[in-house]
T-cell receptor
């Protein structure tokens, strides 16, 4: 079982709709959770991080964490074509410095 | 925001040569830097964790003699791909942790093509 799993997609969402991206992780000791956006040929850029159970909102983005289910998600409201990218979920285990990345979900927002 | 600079952004080399990639934190000190490799349409795979002033910690399956990492200062880590072969062609990305805030920042990446 991979440490961090994501549906590779592609996920297609019409412009203006809500895009929902999901991620599961295997290590219950995981403490920090990150969502990165990566455009083709570019390096990842941090969108959000979340440490506590529940929801965290930042503009059009909402991260949701459920440690009991070992599940973290990212919702993008009012999706824009510029949101089309690969979204990477990353997890940091307690006591470790490194991040473990999922395989990424390719998101396409259709005008 | 904080900036991590990688150089070169792209490089083409002949098989058998060595290539050095630099990763610099421009406005913060980074005691820890990470080197990732990403093949097309795949996720980032951690190669090694680079700690200032000490030996790098390599992930399982990564050849330390082939991928030499040096972290001689708080703002610079280098990755040298020795005796490069076509299968080493990839996108290499570094990230640096700001020792003051703990935040992690990514460099722009370096695309290596070995002919």
């Amino acid at each position: 079982q991979k440490e961090v799993e994501q549906n590779s997609g592609p996920l297609s969402v019409p412009e203006g709709a809500i895009a929902s991206l999901n991620c599961t992780y295997s290590d219950r000791g995981s403490q920090s959770f990150f969502w990165y956006r990566q455009y083709s040929g570019k390096s990842p850029e941090l969108i959000m991080f979340i440490y506590s159970n529940g929801d965290k909102e930042d503009g059009r983005f909402t991260a949701q964490l459920n440690k009991a289910s070992q599940y973290v998600s990212l919702l993008i409201r009012d999706s824009q074509p510029s949101d089309s990218a690969t979204y990477l979920c990353a997890v940091r285990v307690q006591g470790a410095q490194k991040l473990v990345f999922g395989q990424g979900t390719r998101l396409t927002i259709n005008p | 925001g904080a900036v991590v600079s990688q150089h070169p952004s792209w490089v083409i080399c002949k098989s058998g040569t060595s290539v050095k990639i630099e990763c610099r934190s421009l406005d913060f000190q980074a005691t820890t830097m990470f080197w990732y490799r990403q093949f097309p349409k795949q996720s980032l795979m951690l190669m090694a964790t680079s700690n200032e002033g000490s030996k790098a910690t390599y992930e399982q399956g990564v050849e330390k003699d082939k991928f030499l990492i040096n972290h001689a200062s708080l703002t610079l880590s280098t990755l040298t791909v020795t005796s490069a072969h076509p299968e080493d062609s990839s996108f290499y990305i570094c990230s640096a942790r700001d020792w003051g805030t703990g935040e992690l920042f990514f460099g722009e990446g370096s695309r290596l093509t070995v002919l």
